[in-house]
């Protein structure tokens, strides 16, 4: 029954994408040694989601294709935001993902001392400079696409002067935003990234991994090329968002005379029906509209894991989206459709009624229960068989049977016939109803001559449904999910609030549900499909010893374009 087990699919082949193209390239001019070694960097300010995903698949894809390393790196360089929670999720995930690191766990915020010194060494050179002005006055003096910035009163200060400034920005001497370290570089630069960007600001605050041994903490784009050399990464991939800040991460390597790795940009991934950016993430999270960073209609890694998608789903996923230079929105309906082909293959197949009617079959014995055999997968013939119990009493769906069927409907009608999955052919011979006149029991009758598999009965119908019995099944809670937004692109207008877009219909939850008793002993994480449901996964939240809970993970087809 553990059918949880993910084996590595060996035979993935080399995605060619541009990256590749330049990589090659690099390859035959030997210009890093004939090196490749990648990084993934996330900032620990939230749990991964499914861009992350594929920026890990990328970049660990181009280390293994190259026989090369990649490292798993925390650009943890500001202390307000992170926290440790996150790191560890995101080592699980990375792992979870196949991105093997091996023991290369690193951490920005152990580079700060050179950092550090190298901030130093570029004031020395006459390259950088502590600035006065606040982030207003300084955005003041930027200027903008068409008109060149000015410089700061504070521009042409001594070495010395700065040195012994920088130095009591480090011992605490200054409050938060009192002063920067910014690089004297072109104030007219065509490119606002060059007009003197900020490398340090203060900020007297608890890091995670630091404790208070800083105050002072390095801009992105002052510290992300120096992490990449320190790691002596070839190829430093990243959003196409840092196009325009590339020759500014080519300018502090080159002051430096470092080690310069090569960076390369493309474009995000992005899906519809929900929102990828952290900070949305953790309002619904903060806010409760979602049930922590897992919850199964977030657009996480955890999430996702949680609602029962594989490894090699999300590989697959992100393969067939495409590296691109152009920003897109991938389909939901692809994210799925790699997930419905993948445990297709591997699920086993098991009967769930989720609204249930309950059918009395007359002519079959009472007290006596009959061993079926059904078929665990038909994809996979090595999954073999199983036995499941069939009696007197057992429930179909709701939905199976109508008094008013409308033309073409092939279930259950009064004095029609229907076949019972690996069953019998049974035939509706009287209707119970309550005082208010619904249905609340079928009378029927099997014909024993019907049995699935023995080719006894010649006789044919053209529905088949499935069921449970009454005596034999297990409860459990079933919840079903739908898109988390109600809009393609929830954040596409920025007036407009994203959460005035959320589905209120997202959730569904079935308390009492009734499933096969063979799955009586689930674990959590193992998936089934439940025949004509759907893909479904034992919940690892909310699974006790007393109550199973499964979150559908998808549904047999492509519902939503149906509707
Ligand atoms: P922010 O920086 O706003 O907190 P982020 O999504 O960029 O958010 P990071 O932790 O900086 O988060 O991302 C880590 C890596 O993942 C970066 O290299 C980034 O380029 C990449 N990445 C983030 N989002 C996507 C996405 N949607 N598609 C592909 N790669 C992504
Ligand atoms: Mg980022």
Redesign the pocket.
């Known amino acids: 029954m553990n059918n949880n087990n993910t084996p590595e699919n060996t035979s993935e082949k080399k995605p060619k994408n541009f990256i590749y193209e330049i990589i090659d390239e690099d390859m035959k001019t030997g210009k890093f040694e004939k090196r490749v070694h990648t990084r ?4 620990p ?2 749990y991964l ?1 499914i ?2 995903a ?2 890990i698949c990328l970049n660990y894809g181009i280390a293994r294709d190259y026989n090369g390393k990649f490292n798993l790196r925390f ?1 943890d360089t500001n202390p307000e935001k992170e926290e440790i929670e996150y790191v560890e999720s995101i080592i699980q995930d990375v792992k979870w993902l196949g991105g093997d690191f091996e023991d290369r766990i690193f951490y920005a915020s152990d580079y700060f001392e050179q950092m550090y010194n190298w901030a130093v060494e570029l004031i020395k050179k006459g390259k950088a400079y502590v600035d006065d002005l606040n982030a207003d006055e300084i955005r003041e003096l930027r200027g903008t696409l068409t008109e060149p910035g000015k410089e700061s009163p504070f521009r042409n200060r001594t070495v010395d002067q700065n040195l012994d400034l920088f130095e009591r920005m480090r011992k605490g001497e200054y409050k938060n935003g009192e002063k920067v370290l910014r690089a004297k570089i072109d104030m007219a630069s065509p490119n606002l990234n060059l007009r003197d960007p900020i490398m340090y600001r203060i900020v007297h605050a608890e890091h995670h991994r630091q404790g208070s041994k800083w105050c002072i903490y390095p801009t992105y784009d002052w510290a992300h090329g120096l992490e990449d050399s320190i790691e002596r990464i070839t190829h430093s ?3 196409l968002e840092f196009e325009n800040h590339r020759p500014l991460y080519d300018w502090f390597l080159n002051e430096l005379g470092v080690y310069h790795p090569q960076q390369i940009e493309f474009a ?3 899906l519809n029906y929900t929102v ?4 949305k993430l953790l309002k619904l999270v903060q806010e409760k509209y979602v049930d922590g960073w897992d919850d199964p209609r977030m657009p996480t890694v955890s999430a996702l894991r949680r609602r029962g998608y594989t490894p090699e789903a999300i590989r697959n996923f992100t393969d067939n989206s495409g590296i691109a230079k152009r920003d897109k929105v991938s389909d939901y309906a692809l994210l799925e459709f790699s997930i419905r082909e993948d445990l297709n293959k591997r699920a086993q197949r098991a009967m769930a009624v989720l609204h249930p009617l309950k059918i009395v079959i007359t002519n079959f014995p009472d007290g006596e229960v009959e061993e079926l055999d059904a078929v665990n997968n038909p994809e996979d013939p090595d999954m073999g068989t199983r036995k499941i119990p069939f009696s007197r009493e057992i429930f179909v769906e709701q939905t199976d049977f109508m008094e008013n069927p409308p033309k073409g409907y092939h279930r259950l009608i009064p004095g029609g016939e229907v076949r019972l999955r690996y069953a019998y052919i049974i035939k509706c011979e009287e209707v119970i109803k309550n005082e208010k006149g619904e249905v609340v029991e079928l009378h029927c009758t099997f014909d024993p001559e019907t049995k699935s598999g023995t080719g006894i009965s010649k006789k044919k119908v053209k529905g088949t449904i499935h069921w449970v019995s009454a005596k034999h099944a297990v409860e459990a809670e079933v919840r079903l999910y739908d898109r988390l937004f109600m809009v393609e692109q929830p954040d596409a207008d920025k007036e407009k609030d994203f959460m005035e877009l959320l589905n209120p219909n997202s959730l569904e939850i079935i308390p009492n549900a009734l499933i096969e008793p063979l799955l009586k002993d689930s674990k959590s994480g193992d998936r089934f499909q439940f025949e004509r449901h759907g893909y479904f996964s034992v919940d690892t939240k909310y699974t006790t010893s007393e109550k199973l809970v499964f979150n559908r993970t998808v549904t047999l087809k492509d519902s939503w374009s149906k509707k």
């Open positions: 993934f960097p996330p900032e300010n939230g989601h861009g992350h594929a920026s650009d991939i990243c959003t995000r991934i992005n990828m950016s952290k900070r």
